[in-house]
């Protein structure tokens, strides 16, 4: 392996990996990188969101299975290898004020315990790049949240020989990246593209959260890395769509015309959190300063 690049992006449910990154990572197979999708959880409390599947008792009862054969869809379709760490998904908790998370899911897990298959698995395939969520998991979902902890943690660790000694022989990796992919810059743009070309865009709700209280005091963050793969956002939704359960197909995912994507945002964009190697901001390749 030592001849070829790797790549790792930890996510924390099956379907997140299509959504974020996907077509960066479709890019990095297509051009001879190996790419490692780790999946924290099985997905086991996500809702039905798909209406056409809304309601179907075999699907509920067999939740955490067809989850699990939706994520070999999507990775046969990305060309990506796949490793579950095998914790119990959080749940998203709502109301006010906020219920407890459900006893033993992945969110309460302490995280050195969570992180220790997540250093293994880094040892073992010995990224040069890891890619994850930030501090706030990209949007607060407690899942997201606990991924960037164990993401932080296993990057740090895996190259101390003295930390997690049962985990295997050190690896440090070099890059670790947060996935930035629904910036305000990038919704806005499409939004405004949508409304020139065809009067209508599925961004109105985007929007109206933008101008909101909560969405004045959210601060954008810093993109410094901008990978060119418009030509692999086909395969990027393939990938979305054999995620069955998570996405309606009618839904605003796929309401933006391909040539608008590909002219007006032709990148998937990502934010540099550690390099151990130097490198020049901004960039247009997660490897870079590696090859």
């Not at 959880?41 to 008792?57: F, H, M, Q, W, Y």
């Not at 599925?202 to 793969?229: A, K, L, M």
Request: with cysteine; charged share 30%.
């Amino acid at each position: 392996m030592e001849d070829k690049l790797r790549l790792m992006a930890v996510h924390a449910h099956p379907d997140d990996e299509s959504s974020k990154g996907a077509a960066t990572m479709a890019r990095y197979v297509a051009e001879g990188a190996e790419v490692l999708v780790v999946t924290c959880t099985g997905g086991e409390r996500g809702d039905v969101l798909n209406p056409r599947l809304k309601g179907d008792a075999e699907i509920e009862r067999n939740i955490h299975e067809v989850r699990k054969a939706e994520m070999d869809r999507a990775r046969e379709i990305l060309g990506v290898t796949q490793a579950w760490l095998g914790f119990v998904d959080s749940g998203l908790p709502e109301g006010d004020p906020l219920p407890p998370l459900p006893e033993g899911c992945f969110a309460l897990e302490k995280v050195e315990t969570a992180a220790e298959p997540l250093v293994k698995l880094m040892r073992e395939f010995r990224p040069h790049v890891v890619t994850t969520y930030d501090e706030n998991g990209g949007y607060p979902h407690p899942d997201h949240i606990q991924c960037h902890r164990i993401s932080v943690e296993a990057f740090d660790a895996a190259g101390d020989p003295d930390r997690y000694p049962e985990a295997g022989a050190p690896w440090q990796p070099l890059k670790l990246y947060y996935n930035q992919t629904f910036t305000k810059a990038r919704i806005l743009a499409l939004h405004a593209a949508m409304l020139e070309r065809t009067g209508s865009s599925p961004y109105e709700g985007w929007i109206q959260r933008f101008n909101s209280e909560d969405g004045q005091q959210r601060p954008e963050r810093e993109i410094t890395t901008r990978v060119p793969c418009g030509e692999y956002f086909e395969l990027r939704d393939q990938a979305l769509l054999a995620h069955a359960t998570q996405v309606d197909p009618d839904g605003p995912w796929f309401s933006v015309p391909m040539e608008i994507q590909r002219e007006v945002w032709p990148t998937e964009d990502f934010e540099l959190a550690r390099s151990l190697v130097d490198t020049t901001i901004p960039e247009d390749d997660l490897f870079a300063g590696v090859r």
